[in-house]
Structures are given as structure tokens and as C-alpha cells.
Nanobody, 122 residues
């Protein structure tokens, strides 16, 4: 089973771009589907984007569609989440979830990273 580490979070201003990384250790990462979730203070965790094991299928939440791109580099055991035109409502802890499955993770199973904080200031 893989272990996940997120990185790339931090403090940004409205309108800026940010790229988060979810890097896996362990074998067979290329067999895992991966999703990014976020949780803002006082709110429930929400799905942001997901990607299939090969990268050929991607899924985005309606709330972020058009501003976020998920991609992966299986040679580097990493899944990326690029966020453009950042808004204050993007402020949250972003976590990745990986599952050895044919389906995009729903967050109910699989492996989680520890999360990375993204704060967007006006």
C-alpha cells in the first residue's frame, strides 16, 4: 500500500496560481486512482478533482471546473492539482486520497495524505 504526502500549499493572493503535489511512496502507484478533497473551517470535506490510474479520465467538481487541472506523472509517483484564479473560498486544507480501484475515489476508502493548507487572501 502506498503512503501519500501533499505539498505546495501556502499563502496566496486572490487571482494567483498554485500547484499542489501528492507524492506517493511504495509500489504500484500507477494502479491507483487519486482524488483531491478539501475541507474549509467549519465545513464538510468536499471532492475537488479526481484522476484515473492512467490519467486518461479526469473528473472535476462543478464549483472549481475551469479553474483547476488535475494531472499525474506515474514515473514520479505524483499527482498534481493546479489551481488558477484563486479565490478566498479556495481556502482549505487540501488532501489527496488514493485507491486501487477502477473508480475515482469517493473518500470513503483508500489511503490519505496528511493534507496541506491553502490560504487565499484578498
Amino acid at each position: 500500500q502506498v503512503q501519500l504526502v501533499e505539498s505546495g500549499g501556502g499563502l496566496r493572493r486572490v487571482g494567483e496560481t498554485l500547484r499542489l503535489s501528492c507524492t506517493a511512496s511504495g509500489r504500484w502507484f500507477s494502479l491507483y486512482t487519486v482524488a483531491w478533497f478539501r475541507q474549509a473551517p467549519g465545513k464538510r470535506r468536499e471532492f475537488v478533482a479526481g484522476i484515473s490510474d492512467s490519467g486518461g479520465r479526469r473528473l472535476y467538481a462543478d464549483s472549481v471546473k475551469g479553474r483547476i487541472t488535475i494531472s499525474r506523472d506515474n514515473d514520479q509517483n505524483t499527482v498534481y492539482l493546479e489551481m488558477t484564479n484563486l479565490k478566498p473560498e479556495d481556502t482549505a486544507v487540501y488532501s489527496c486520497n488514493a485507491e486501487m480501484s477502477a473508480h475515482i475515489p469517493t473518500g470513503l476508502r483508500g489511503v490519505w495524505g496528511q493534507g496541506t493548507q491553502v490560504t487565499v487572501s484578498a
